[in-house]
């Protein structure tokens, strides 16, 4: 909630901009007024707050390992969760989702709307067109799911990377608290590894969409064959995939990820891992703190280009982050070029939140609300 002295000031505007754009969302039931709030002196100004409550979003988060569906309404607040192992066919898996998402909304049977269907991909998204450019872990290239899903659902779809969401999603909730930072990078651990990366408070895409493909850096040109068909990429040494693949037994450094084996044990996932790591377990914590050296060789490769003013982590490795922090800033210390870089803050990211979905979520919610550029 805030004022429109605040928000002008916020936005860098004068008051009378301010008020003619607020009285246009109030006029679109966008934003609605509240409270009056306590001054020191004169007039109690009236808070302003976005509608959120009547407002539904389906967040989408296809991963290698499984597909997850979210209703939730415009403030995040979860409705229905559900999950289903992921099709790596586009066509069946648009088909599944068209099916699952009609049947949430005729099941949720809300006089709510739903506003839109937001979808995070583990690949490089084209933002204007949402063609899915390359997504290894899917096996997909140059591919198009956006207008089908929209066709088959009858609401509008936006698609993005994980990671770029994620940021997004991070951006957008420190706008509305007191803590914005402008300058971090949110490194995303998953089936693989992404980052969002957000400069002066935007979100950075590039040329080609393809901002933020740290996953693929390589650490070793000889190391093990990543999902992208290269060699010795960061993920292969610490997304989920190589932590699970590693605590199975696969020797990942002479094999690469064992994608059969993966598949087969798919009813073990880094969840379980994780659970035993923090249960105890020894080899457990071994293949997590493995990984967690990994991560901060990468980030440290991440911090030297791009300077942020923190990092974000997220992931279900880091609800071990009480065994897995020493050795991510250890191999940060060992290898950042000077003192402030070896410091450099990194926060968790909550899973409990479900940050890729929240990223799904902001592709919806976000864009109507971005501050508008007044000129
Ligand atoms: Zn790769």
């Known amino acids: 909630m805030i004022s429109r002295a605040d928000l002008a000031r916020l936005m860098?505007?004068?008051?009378?901009?301010v008020t003619t754009l607020v009285n246009e969302l109030i006029k679109e039931n966008l934003v609605v007024e509240g409270a009056r709030t306590t001054a020191m002196r004169g007039r109690r100004p009236t808070l302003l707050s976005i509608r959120t409550e009547d407002r539904l979003v389906v967040a989408i988060d296809v991963r290698f390992s499984r597909t997850y569906i979210m209703?939730?309404?415009?403030?995040g607040r979860q409705l229905v969760m559900e999950s289903f192992e992921t099709n790596f066919s586009p066509e069946r898996l648009v088909e599944k989702l068209a099916d699952r998402i009609n049947k949430i909304l005729n099941y949720y049977d809300s006089t709510s709307a739903c506003e839109g269907i937001g979808v995070v991909i583990p690949g490089i998204v084209e933002y204007q067109t949402g063609r899915i450019v390359f997504a290894p872990s899917l096996g997909w290239k140059d591919v198009e799911i956006r207008n089908a899903l929209s066709e088959a659902t009858g609401l509008p779809?936006?698609?993005?990377?994980?990671?770029?969401?994620?940021?997004?999603?991070?951006?957008?909730?420190?706008?509305?608290?007191?803590?914005?930072?402008d300058n971090f990078v949110h490194v995303m651990v998953s089936d693989g590894i992404g980052v969002g990366i957000v400069i002066n408070g935007?979100?950075?895409?590039?040329?080609?969409?393809?901002?933020?493909?740290?996953?693929?850096?390589?650490?070793?040109?000889?190391?093990?064959?990543?999902?992208?068909?290269?060699?010795?990429?960061?993920?292969?040494?610490?997304?989920?995939?190589?932590?699970?693949s590693r605590y199975l037994g696969h020797d990942i450094f002479k094999t690469g990820i064992n994608f059969d084996s993966m598949t087969e044990n798919n009813k073990f996932t880094i969840s379980d891992l994780v659970e035993l790591a923090l249960a105890g377990d020894a080899k457990a914590i071994k293949s997590v703190k493995t990984s967690a050296y990994y991560l901060g060789i990468g980030i440290a490769n991440v911090v030297h280009a791009i300077d942020p003013t923190c990092v974000y982590i997220g992931g279900e490795i880091t609800l071990a982050w009480s065994i897995i922090e020493k050795?991510?800033?250890?191999?940060?210390?060992?290898?950042a070029f000077t003192e402030k870089a070896s410091k450099v803050p990194i926060l968790t990211a909550s899973v409990v939140d479900h940050p890729r979905l929240r990223g799904a979520i902001a592709l919806v919610s976000a864009p109507i609300f971005a501050i508008p550029r007044v000129a």
């Open 71 to 75: 209703l939730s309404d415009f403030s």
């Open 202 to 244: 935007e979100l950075l895409r590039g040329e080609n969409c393809m901002a933020g493909e740290f996953g693929h850096m390589p650490l070793n040109l000889e190391g093990p064959k990543c999902l992208c068909g290269k060699k010795g990429c960061w993920e292969v040494y610490a997304s989920n995939l190589s932590t699970v």
């Open 12 to 17: 860098n505007k004068p008051r009378g901009v």
């Open 327 to 335: 050795d991510v800033r250890e191999a940060l210390e060992e290898r």
């Open 157 to 181: 779809v936006h698609i993005e990377n994980a990671a770029k969401a994620c940021a997004l999603a991070q951006l957008w909730n420190s706008k509305s608290t007191a803590g914005e930072v």
